[in-house]
């Protein structure tokens, strides 16, 4: 009970920038998903065109910003509002189905067809997707751990090629995992929040190239899984997953499974995904790396990047939602990625949440006792040292930013500025 108390003492830190977050994650508010599914859409979604069906998105999303305004401000009676068919939900997961076929979910824009396994885009990926393990993951920040843990979901495969990448088996390798179908992975969100979890942690590798199986599991999560579904999940690594506790009910709204979705993502996502994701993501959590695209280009072969990922950010933050960025602090990186990054979060989201981490250590290409090291990735095989930490903290300090009680709980070297 006494770990249960100073959890949410520290979400109460930083509570007024993640307010719907934590209103979500205790059962006071209803996920976005709920509400959603109380928009209705006149289309028919099978025979409409491509451009009908954004037409008819802007619209409904628009009524759903203004439902979520009012359930901010003065809550809302789900018992009121009956679910409509179809519902924003359902033309979401068309709109998805149809990118899909021309795919377009991140900056790449490849355009290739993933419904038929023949040419692949980046993320290498056709239509189907493979979850290497989903589990109470406890390694997330305070606010995302809680004391029942993120309810993470690890997907394979990623659009970009982060040469020190942590998790390089599973973005690395397609092939990595189980395959998994929607209705599975709604089973696992399920699992997870019964299990206590505070959030379902759609992550990888990256979530934005699963787009077409997230907002699918989403949309299905209306119904609880089949005891088949639940079997099926069984199949899947959950690590040690704790057991439900059963004096604890989590995840419930007005009698409806409620859970928030949190977007663990490197925030490389195209126009169009971000349209998808806003009635979708309860709260956002990016990894804002390289303050130029020469070091991108080098570190993780992705161009484009500053601008994408820095016109992202902005949406989100303009769009008022929760939101969380991480920095992660790369040696001999602190002049030309660290300073940029947080100079630009300063000047354009300043009151944003700041994670930054001075956990990185040496992986994949740039671990010289690892299979897939590269020499030209030598500068990058050692930790930060500890003037660079100090640097990159006191210039954040400088800058104003709140990034104090995020980083600090859990920083590896104990160093503060
Ligand atoms: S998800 Fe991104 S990298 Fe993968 S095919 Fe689509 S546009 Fe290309």
Same mark, same amino acid.
């Given at each position: 009970?006494?770990?249960?108390?100073?959890?949410? =003492?520290?979400?109460?830190?930083?509570?007024?920038?993640?307010?719907?977050?934590?209103?979500?994650?205790?059962?006071?508010?209803?996920?976005?998903?709920?509400?959603?599914?109380?928009?209705?859409?006149?289309?028919?979604?099978?025979?409409?065109?491509?451009?009908?069906?954004?037409?008819?998105?802007?619209?409904?999303?628009?009524?759903?910003?203004?439902?979520?305004?009012?359930?901010?401000? =003065?809550?809302?009676?789900?018992?009121?509002?009956?679910?409509?068919?179809?519902?924003?939900?359902?033309?979401?997961?068309?709109?998805?189905?149809?990118?899909?076929?021309?795919?377009?979910?991140?900056?790449?824009?490849?355009?290739?067809?993933?419904?038929?396994?023949?040419?692949?885009?980046?993320?290498?990926?056709?239509?189907?997707?493979?979850?290497?393990?989903?589990?109470? $993951? $406890?390694?997330?920040?305070?606010?995302?751990?809680?004391?029942?843990?993120?309810?993470?979901?690890?997907?394979?495969?990623?659009?970009?090629?982060?040469?020190?990448?942590?998790?390089?088996?599973?973005?690395?390798?397609?092939?990595?995992? +189980?395959?998994?179908?929607?209705?599975?992975?709604?089973?696992?969100?399920?699992?997870?929040?019964?299990?206590?979890?505070?959030?379902?942690?759609?992550?990888?590798?990256?979530?934005?190239?699963?787009?077409?199986? +997230?907002?699918? @599991?989403?949309?299905?999560?209306?119904?609880?899984?089949?005891?088949?579904?639940?079997?099926?999940?069984? =199949?899947?690594?959950?690590?040690?997953?704790?057991?439900?506790?059963?004096?604890?009910?989590?995840?419930?709204?007005?009698?409806?499974?409620?859970?928030?979705?949190?977007?663990?993502?490197?925030?490389?996502?195209?126009?169009?995904?971000?349209? +998808?994701?806003?009635?979708?993501?309860?709260?956002?959590?990016?990894?804002?790396?390289?303050?130029?695209?020469?070091? @991108?280009?080098?570190?993780?072969?992705?161009?484009?990047?500053?601008?994408?990922?820095?016109?992202? #950010?902005?949406?989100?933050?303009?769009?008022?939602?929760?939101?969380?960025?991480? #920095?992660?602090?790369?040696?001999?990186?602190?002049?030309?990625?660290?300073?940029?990054?947080?100079?630009?979060?300063?000047?354009?989201?300043?009151?944003?949440?700041?994670?930054?981490?001075?956990?990185?250590?040496?992986?994949?290409?740039?671990?010289?006792?690892? #299979?897939?090291?590269?020499?030209?990735?030598?500068?990058?095989?050692? #930790?930060?040292?500890?003037?660079?930490?100090?640097?990159?903290?006191?210039?954040?300090?400088?800058?104003?930013?709140?990034?104090?009680?995020?980083?600090?709980?859990?920083?590896?070297?104990?160093?503060?500025?």
């Amino acid at each position: 009970m006494a770990r249960r108390l100073s959890a949410f =003492r520290d979400w109460d830190r930083v509570g007024d920038r993640l307010t719907w977050y934590f209103s979500v994650a205790r059962d006071v508010k209803p996920a976005k998903y709920l509400l959603a599914r109380r928009i209705g859409c006149t289309l028919d979604l099978p025979t409409a065109t491509l451009d009908e069906l954004w037409i008819e998105h802007d619209l409904a999303t628009t009524r759903f910003l203004d439902l979520w305004t009012e359930t901010r401000q =003065r809550g809302v009676r789900l018992t009121g509002l009956p679910p409509e068919n179809p519902s924003l939900l359902d033309l979401t997961a068309e709109l998805v189905r149809r990118m899909m076929a021309r795919c377009t979910f991140c900056r790449w824009n490849c355009r290739v067809d993933r419904t038929i396994d023949a040419k692949h885009g980046t993320c290498q990926l056709n239509d189907l997707s493979r979850v290497a393990s989903y589990f109470d $993951h $406890h390694g997330e920040e305070l606010v995302f751990r809680g004391y029942a843990g993120s309810g993470t979901v690890f997907f394979t495969s990623c659009n970009m090629r982060c040469q020190f990448c942590q998790n390089g088996d599973i973005s690395h390798d397609k092939n990595n995992g +189980i395959l998994v179908t929607p209705r599975e992975v709604a089973a696992m969100a399920w699992q997870l929040r019964r299990a206590g979890c505070h959030n379902i942690n759609w992550v990888g590798g990256e979530p934005t190239v699963h787009l077409q199986t +997230i907002v699918e @599991a989403i949309r299905q999560m209306g119904s609880p899984p089949s005891r088949r579904d639940l079997a099926s999940v069984q =199949r899947v690594n959950q690590g040690t997953m704790a057991l439900l506790l059963p004096s604890e009910e989590p995840g419930v709204y007005e009698g409806e499974f409620n859970v928030p979705m949190l977007w663990n993502s490197n925030f490389f996502m195209s126009p169009e995904t971000m349209r +998808i994701l806003r009635p979708l993501v309860d709260v956002w959590l990016s990894d804002f790396k390289f303050g130029n695209n020469q070091c @991108a280009v080098f570190l993780s072969r992705t161009p484009w990047y500053f601008e994408t990922v820095a016109t992202n #950010h902005k949406l989100v933050y303009d769009w008022g939602e929760d939101l969380v960025i991480r #920095h992660l602090i790369m040696p001999g990186h602190v002049e030309c990625c660290t300073k940029p990054v947080l100079n630009w979060i300063a000047a354009n989201v300043p009151k944003a949440l700041v994670n930054v981490m001075d956990q990185y250590r040496p992986e994949y290409a740039c671990d010289p006792l690892s #299979h897939a090291y590269d020499d030209r990735y030598r500068t990058m095989a050692r #930790h930060p040292n500890a003037n660079e930490v100090l640097e990159a903290y006191a210039y954040a300090r400088e800058l104003g930013l709140r990034f104090q009680d995020l980083s600090y709980e859990k920083n590896v070297t104990g160093l503060r500025a």
